[in-house]
């Protein structure tokens, strides 16, 4: 199982990109192909997909939509192929508010989601979208720690804090962190 790839991408697809590492060319399907450019490196966050047919490789451009994908899939009747539209319009944090605050309308306005694919969507995965310590060193922990502290201390329960900490950018300064993190609140 592969992780990430690193190299050079070499074309474009409708579908997806042609990274070259090592002189190995990968196709790897990717939400929004024209996202990436010709000639320049990247890191491609992949997963990798086996059946009868073949092999196929999915690539995310961060580890959040990676997993994100992941959770997903894991839905029934919502393969890989139906859930890259998703990520290519929808963004990660649209995506998880969605399902967190049982938004069939926004969910259904995704290709081939319809209301009973929905409403499963939710049913699986609301409560298990959480992301944080993904990747996080322990200059954003602290940084997180205070943000908590100083919405608790605005009358805020941890509870309700939890799915807008993983959100907030914890490199800004914390007035910074305290505005976007009561801006996701107040959504």
């Known amino acids: ?48 997909q086996v059946q009868e047919d073949g092999h196929f ?17 894991s839905v029934k009747g919502l393969g890989c192929k139906m859930t890259l539209p998703i990520l290519a319009v929808g963004s990660i944090d649209g995506i998880m508010d969605a399902i967190e605050r049982e938004n069939v309308l926004y969910l259904k306005k995704f290709p081939k989601i319809g209301d009973k694919l929905a409403k499963q969507i939710i049913l699986d995965l609301k409560g298990k979208l959480e992301f944080i310590g993904v990747g996080i060193s322990d200059d954003e922990v602290n940084n997180e720690n205070e943000l908590k502290e100083v919405l608790i201390g605005l009358g805020y329960k941890e509870k309700e804090l939890k799915p807008i900490l993983a959100k907030v950018d914890t490199s800004l300064s914390i007035e910074d962190q305290v505005k976007d993190a009561l801006k996701l609140l107040l959504r």
């Open 1 to 48: 199982m592969y992780d990430y790839i690193k190299g050079i991408i070499t074309g474009i697809k409708n579908n997806a990109i042609v990274l070259d590492n090592n002189g190995i060319g990968y196709l790897i399907y990717v939400s929004n192909p024209y996202s990436f450019e010709i000639g320049n490196e990247y890191k491609i966050f992949v997963y990798q």
């Open 57 to 73: 490789l999915y690539g995310f451009k961060t580890i959040e939509e990676k997993e994100l994908f992941l959770k997903l899939i």
